[in-house]
């Protein structure tokens, strides 16, 4: 699940302490996506609009460096097309998951230092250091991290409430069965 290219140098770090180190391919792959290949050697001019213009992305977000990472592990595979399954016909990586994955991840360790440091540098080279706003929430419009920490320690639970447990059973004996309940 976790490559050597995302991590700095390519190392697989096995702590995974330095998981996204690797910031630079995925702010290339990001500032190719949204400025067009020739970005990656002079600044954006004048011309036809940019898909950061038509799609009003003026930061990184979770979503943004997963899909850029799962988009550098595609790239070096040995799949020819990116499958609507989500899975690779010849590698048989399931792309769709590591992406969810990947924004799960960020997601819950945004505000961390180390994702912090990695973002700011990412927003650095892909939109430059005058672009950079501190009115924008990194994690998009609105910030839900902590409401996906909450639903993620509720499901982690072992134990459902007794309050909980009269509203499953009463759900399911509703539904037709072939395995009485």
Known sequence: ??????????????????????????????????????????????????NAWKWSFQQVTPGSIAWAAVIAIFLLSPDTEFPGSGVGKSSTINYKDLFFQYKKLLITKWETKRIKNITTNINRYVFGVAKLSTSIDPAGAEDFSEEINRAMLALDMETDS????????????????????
Do not use: M
């Not at 770090?13 to 702010?27: E, I, P, Q």
């Not at 509203?167 to 009485?180: G, I, M, N, Q």
């Open 1 to 50: 699940i976790f490559p050597p290219l995302l991590f700095p140098s390519l190392q697989e770090d096995t702590t995974l302490k330095t998981v996204f180190g690797n910031w630079t391919l995925f702010a290339k792959i990001l500032r190719a996506s949204l400025y067009g290949v020739t970005s990656l050697h002079q600044e954006p001019c004048g011309g036809s609009k940019t």
């Open 162 to 181: 007794e309050e909980d447990t009269p509203l499953v059973l009463s759900a399911l004996s509703s539904v037709p069965s072939a395995v009485p309940v």
